[in-house]
């Protein structure tokens, strides 16, 4: 009898390990080791930096609240934000909230150290492939500046504008400030430098790699927080610059 148990025992051992083993329990359909899920309803906005739209009525709030630039984690007065998506067949658009008690923008030449000025940083990776993005167009990080302006790093390494791929718009009353913005699509695998390249059109049901942070500097030489909207694993958690696994996942519902 005892000996029955035991064989029972150790088949359901081992079909149990078996079953984990050849993924019998992994329902993830990306690379993406983040587990973050974000939600966005349909529905288009007038970009004009008012929230009163109401396609915004529908879509929750999301916050960005992972200190990604330990160790010094800002006050609600230092920095606060939260942010919703929604999206309609031509862009992406995100409004954003951002409590920031000073903003800066030091640099008068956009594409140096954009990111130690105030700035809004919208990751998306188009078919949520995760890997490597820093020097390719496998993902995207647009750092959005108080002027609007669009920079990411191109493949040659350089940092260059992208102000067609996301139009802003910045309205800051006190130290709050509601960005709305709209973002184009694009599929990375297939992008030209200087070619033609024609947004995605979206469809519901769709998965993109996403992410959103913000950079807040307060006349320091150097930006004093970089905040982000899910949490990044290990010591060094300013990586989501290159690496698109570890962004979330953005569906559109
Ligand atoms: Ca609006
Ligand atoms: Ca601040
Ligand atoms: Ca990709
Ligand atoms: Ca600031």
Redo the contacts with the bound molecule.
Sequence with gaps: MKYITFTRAYAFLTLSFLFCACGGNSTTENKNIGTKFFFAPYGT?????????EAWENAEWYAINQNWLPPYTPDSLDFKGRFKVIWDENMLYILAEITDDTLVDTHSDGLVQYFDDDCLEVFVDEDASGGDHAYNYNAFAYHIALDNKVVDIAPDSSKRYYDDHCISLRNTVGNISVW?VGIKIFDGKNYVDGGENIPKTLKQMKKIGFALAYCDNDHSPEREHFMGSMPIEGQDKNRAWQDASLLGILELK
């Design positions: 906005p007038v970009l004009d930096g008012s929230s009163s739209d709305e």
